[in-house]
């Protein structure tokens, strides 16, 4: 399994990114996929997740509202449009993959994901 982000910068308060997350080597038409952030000195934090299959779609809290999650089949690609992107957003986003879809059903936690990419580093000033 391999999970491939792109999309990070730097970007002034208020702008936009969108990251994506290139999958390849297992079936992710019916799996979690999620994105999570994490700065030096915390956790790492789940932002929005994904069922592949549909549905179960979640936010936290802080990005409710200003980030978008999606998602191509056809090219195994997951998708982080933020927008009105705040100081606090700023961190390492990395996309993971439970392979399995249960992680939808279960409370949000990198435990739930065995699967992830490298990471992408995201700059608001």
């Known amino acids: 399994v391999q999970l491939v982000e792109s999309g990070g910068g730097s970007v002034q308060a208020g702008g936009s990114l969108r990251l994506s997350c290139a999958a390849s080597?297992?079936?992710?038409?019916?799996?979690?996929m999620g994105w999570f952030r994490q700065v030096p000195g915390k956790a790492r934090e789940g932002v929005p997740r994904?069922?592949?299959?549909?549905?179960?779609?979640y936010y936290a809290g802080s990005v409710a509202g200003r980030f978008s999650i999606s998602q191509d089949n056809v090219k195994n690609t997951m998708y982080l449009q933020m927008n009105n992107l705040k100081p606090e957003d700023a961190g390492l986003y990395y996309c993971?993959?439970?392979?399995?879809?249960?992680?939808?059903?279960?409370?949000?936690?990198?435990?739930?994901?065995?699967?992830w990419g490298q990471g992408t580093q995201v700059t608001v000033s």
């Open positions: 080597g297992a079936d992710f038409s019916r799996v979690s």
């Open positions: 993971a993959t439970d392979l399995t879809g249960g992680a939808c059903y279960a409370p949000f936690t990198t435990s739930g994901f065995p699967y």
């Open positions: 994904i069922h592949t299959g549909g549905g179960r779609l």
